[in-house]
Nanobody, 124 residues
Framework: QVQLVESGGGLVQAGDSLRLSCAAS????????MGWFRQAPGKEREFVAS????????YYADSVKGRFTISRDNAKNTVYLQMNSLKPEDTAVYYC?????????????????WGQGTQVTISS
């Protein structure tokens, strides 16, 4: 059974950085596409970043491009989201997700496994 556990969220000021972690169990992070999504109050869950099965291909939402970096550590079976230059509009619950059917994906509907989410709050 696949389990994803996020950590690293918190309350920081605009301009600060945070690193989110997603520890996977049940399957390895290099056997599928891994992604980060976020959901703000009253809004739909949206794509943030994804990394492909090859560990090289990455995609980012335009709103985070140049500020966020997705990566993974196969030895630790963990995926990371480094978030720099944070803005108040980045405030949301951040979710880690896995898709073992595709090499890479940005479509929220294609991800089969989800973590419980971690709250990120950016104060202005």
């Amino acid at each position: 059974q696949v389990q994803l556990v996020e950590s690293g969220g918190g309350l920081v000021q605009a301009g600060d950085s945070l690193r989110l972690s997603c520890a996977a169990s049940g399957r390895t992070v290099n056997s599928g596409a891994m992604g980060w999504f976020r959901q703000a109050p009253g809004k739909e869950r949206e794509f943030v970043a994804s990394i492909g099965r090859n560990g090289v291909t990455t995609y980012y939402a335009d709103s985070v491009k140049g500020r966020f970096t997705i990566s993974r550590d196969n030895a630790k079976n963990t995926v990371y989201l480094q978030m720099n230059s944070l803005k108040p509009e980045d405030t949301a619950v951040y979710y880690c997700a896995a898709n073992y059917r595709l090499r890479i994906s940005v479509d929220v509907a294609s991800f089969d496994y989800w973590g419980q989410g971690t709250q990120v709050t950016i104060s202005s």
